[in-house]
């Protein structure tokens, strides 16, 4: 299932990201903000179990999430969506992938991976700014697939559809979220219109 989150707030945030005079500190912020609203959604339909509590006034019969989430930023752009999602489901746990793309061959590289060993009965969300060709998306659900993980959700800020099109080729049982879905890969395997490279742009690098 892909679901492109249309919403005010959330466009008006990724116009200033877009936008080449922005500078880290304001594309970091909105970043941030941009993970936070966007999960407050994704978590919508986050499973929950019922409970019996003690209130000030009385007993009463509520409910609390009965799954853990972990979240995987694929390093190094996706640490930018971590810290807007921990503010709102601080008890998160956190894995990380290192992948890096080869620019000429547009190839994921893994260098790093460290897990929780929740993953199997979490709901599990893979984090990354950016899917272009979706082979770094692709390679890190296949890493945590392979540790046990089961339930997936793939947050992403702007795709391409090429990239939409290789994860639900090979994961289609995988629920993506975008920010936005842009028009096309340009020959270097940028989106466009994009944002330019995230990892150089929350981190001040090139
Ligand atoms: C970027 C981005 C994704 C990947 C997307 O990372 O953050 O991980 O490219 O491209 P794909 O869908 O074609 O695989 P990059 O490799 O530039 O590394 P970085 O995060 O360290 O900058
Ligand atoms: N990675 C980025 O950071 N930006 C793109 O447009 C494509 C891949």
């Given amino acids: 299932m892909l679901k492109v989150m ?31 609203l966007m999960a407050y959604e994704i978590c919508r339909d986050l499973p929950t179990k019922p409970v019996m509590i003690q209130t000030p006034i009385c007993e009463c019969q509520t409910e609390e999430l009965s799954k853990e989430i ?5 390093l190094r752009a996706g640490l930018g969506l971590v810290n807007g999602i921990t ?5 998160a746990k ?9 620019e000429e061959t547009l190839q994921p590289h893994e260098y790093f991976a460290k897990f929780p ?5 979490a709901v599990n969300m893979v984090l990354d ?11 890190a659900i296949d890493m945590i ?4 993980a089961k339930t997936i959700k793939l947050v992403c800020l702007v795709g391409a559809p090429e ?15 975008l920010a936005a879905l842009d028009d096309h890969l340009n020959e270097k395997g940028y989106i466009v219109p994009g944002l330019g490279d995230a990892g150089d742009r929350i981190f001040g690098t090139r």
């Fill in 87 to 91: 503010d709102l489901i601080p008890t």
């Fill in 94 to 102: 956190v894995g990380f992938i290192g992948l890096y793309r080869d």
């Fill in 70 to 74: 972990v979240l995987i930023p694929i």
């Fill in 163 to 177: 990239g939409v099109k290789a994860v639900e080729q090979a994961h289609p049982d995988v629920d993506i979220y």
């Fill in 117 to 121: 060993n929740t993953m199997p009965d």
């Fill in 6 to 36: 249309n919403h005010p707030l959330i466009t008006h945030k990724l116009t200033q990201m877009r936008k080449v005079e922005t500078g880290t500190k304001d594309f970091r912020q909105n970043l941030d903000e941009i993970a936070g």
């Fill in 129 to 139: 700014p950016m899917l272009a060709t979706g082979g770094s998306a692709v390679a």
């Fill in 145 to 148: 697939k392979k540790r046990g």
